[in-house]
């Protein structure tokens, strides 16, 4: 703990001195990104700071998020005039490339990297990769009381979603009791748990649930039952009248079916059907601790967490993908006895 106590000042301190400053995260954003790099804005600005968000991508956010505070103010695609200028704040990013602006971290003066992906790179100046937080929300909130800041109700909720979302709704094993006791106290600085929950969770676009129809449909299993594996094509998409952005959260649908310990969804572009070359994008969940999907993501060029990973897949027809997951996730199983 002593070593990750000092790490926390270290990053406070620096974070503190910075005057101008871009914050960022990995392409296709989830809670815990949006949250971190919203929360992290706010508190800075509210210091005096000139912070400014980017994501590289111009694609809408998943649905989900869309009740947090902030994000219309989030830059999309072209980088500010003065990006160099700027000292880059990566967030939830397990490495460079994961932020999609190879222009960006080239240009940057300075970088700091602040995440809990195992996976991560230590690409910044200054890295702060706490492998045993629940989310990169939770490393900012110890982050922003180092630094002596009040956190505000807007800023709780923005933490507290990332949390909820990265600690699996608070059910994986990095939901420790430091998790527990976070989300308590910024519940107590005014995040109201029950409408972000309902927000992310209990809010679904008719399409979405299209799209999760058109998942079971398609829904086929391997390993003895252990494997469930469904398959979107862009006709899917087509059919349910959805984008990529809504496919959300649909693959822990599938972990929860019974006797299933490894959930994958393998799903295409919307606008696939225009490509060249095949191109997936594949989700993973696992619910044992004895089969880590972060290292079968690994394997075709991904990265996450041991209970929920992800990679994209080029060139690859998604029966090739199901049958290397039907031979990694056979071999994992082995290797943990769970036959």
Same mark, same amino acid.
């Given at each position: 703990?002593?070593?990750?106590?000092?790490?926390?000042?270290?990053?406070?301190?620096?974070?503190?001195?910075?005057?101008?400053?871009?914050?960022?995260?990995? &392409? #296709?954003?989830?809670?815990?990104?949006?949250?971190?790099?919203?929360?992290?804005?706010?508190?800075?600005?509210?210091?005096?700071?000139?912070?400014?968000?980017?994501?590289?991508? *111009?694609?809408? &956010?998943?649905?989900?998020?869309?009740?947090?505070?902030?994000?219309?103010?989030?830059?999309?695609?072209?980088?500010?005039?003065?990006?160099?200028? !700027?000292?880059? &704040?990566?967030?939830?990013?397990?490495?460079?490339?994961?932020?999609? $602006?190879?222009?960006? @971290?080239?240009?940057?003066?300075?970088?700091? #990297?602040?995440?809990?992906?195992?996976? $991560? *790179?230590?690409?910044?100046? =200054? $890295?702060?990769?706490?492998?045993?937080?629940?989310?990169?929300?939770? =490393?900012?909130? +110890?982050?922003?009381?180092?630094?002596?800041?009040?956190?505000?109700?807007?800023?709780?909720?923005?933490?507290? *979603?990332?949390?909820? %979302?990265?600690?699996?709704?608070?059910?994986?094993?990095?939901?420790?009791?430091?998790?527990?006791?976070?989300?308590?106290?910024?519940?107590?600085?005014?995040?109201?748990?029950?409408? =972000? +929950?309902?927000?992310?969770?209990?809010?679904?676009?008719?399409?979405?649930? !299209?799209?999760?129809?058109?998942?079971?449909?398609?829904?086929?299993?391997?390993?003895?039952?252990?494997?469930?594996?469904?398959?979107?094509?862009?006709?899917? +998409?087509?059919?349910?009248?959805?984008?990529? $952005?809504? *496919?959300?959260?649909?693959?822990?649908?599938?972990?929860?079916?019974?006797? @299933?310990? @490894?959930?994958?969804?393998?799903?295409?572009?919307?606008?696939?059907?225009?490509?060249?070359?095949?191109?997936?994008?594949?989700?993973?969940?696992?619910?044992?601790?004895? %089969?880590?999907?972060?290292?079968?993501?690994?394997?075709?060029?991904?990265?996450?967490?041991?209970?929920?990973?992800?990679?994209?897949? #080029?060139?690859?027809?998604?029966?090739?993908?199901?049958?290397?997951?039907?031979?990694? %996730?056979? !071999?994992?199983?082995?290797?943990?006895?769970?036959?």
């Amino acid at each position: 703990m002593g070593s990750t106590d000092r790490a926390l000042t270290t990053v406070a301190e620096a974070l503190a001195a910075e005057t101008k400053i871009l914050i960022t995260c990995h &392409v #296709n954003p989830d809670g815990d990104a949006l949250g971190s790099v919203i929360a992290l804005h706010l508190a800075l600005s509210s210091l005096g700071a000139d912070s400014v968000m980017y994501l590289s991508q *111009t694609d809408p &956010v998943a649905p989900e998020w869309c009740f947090l505070g902030g994000l219309k103010q989030i830059i999309k695609g072209d980088l500010p005039a003065d990006y160099q200028l !700027r000292t880059l &704040v990566a967030l939830d990013c397990g490495s460079a490339e994961r932020i999609g $602006n190879e222009e960006l @971290v080239k240009s940057s003066p300075r970088i700091i #990297n602040i995440d809990h992906h195992a996976d $991560n *790179t230590r690409f910044g100046e =200054i $890295n702060l990769v706490v492998n045993g937080a629940s989310s990169t929300a939770e =490393i900012l909130f +110890f982050i922003m009381q180092k630094m002596g800041f009040d956190i505000t109700a807007e800023i709780s909720e923005a933490l507290y *979603t990332g949390i909820l %979302v990265d600690s699996g709704r608070f059910q994986y094993a990095s939901a420790s009791p430091t998790t527990f006791r976070v989300a308590a106290d910024l519940i107590g600085r005014g995040a109201r748990h029950t409408d =972000i +929950f309902r927000h992310v969770y209990e809010t679904v676009p008719l399409a979405k649930t !299209r799209l999760s129809c058109r998942m079971f449909d398609h829904l086929s299993l391997a390993c003895d039952g252990r494997l469930a594996v469904s398959v979107l094509e862009a006709e899917d +998409f087509r059919q349910a009248a959805a984008g990529d $952005n809504l *496919t959300e959260g649909l693959v822990d649908s599938l972990r929860a079916i019974e006797g @299933v310990i @490894v959930a994958a969804l393998i799903y295409a572009k919307p606008d696939q059907e225009k490509a060249e070359a095949s191109s997936y994008r594949l989700s993973l969940r696992s619910s044992s601790g004895a %089969v880590n999907v972060q290292r079968i993501a690994k394997a075709k060029g991904g990265g996450g967490h041991p209970q929920a990973a992800g990679a994209s897949i #080029n060139g690859e027809t998604a029966a090739q993908i199901t049958e290397f997951l039907a031979d990694r %996730v056979n !071999r994992a199983i082995a290797r943990a006895g769970l036959k």
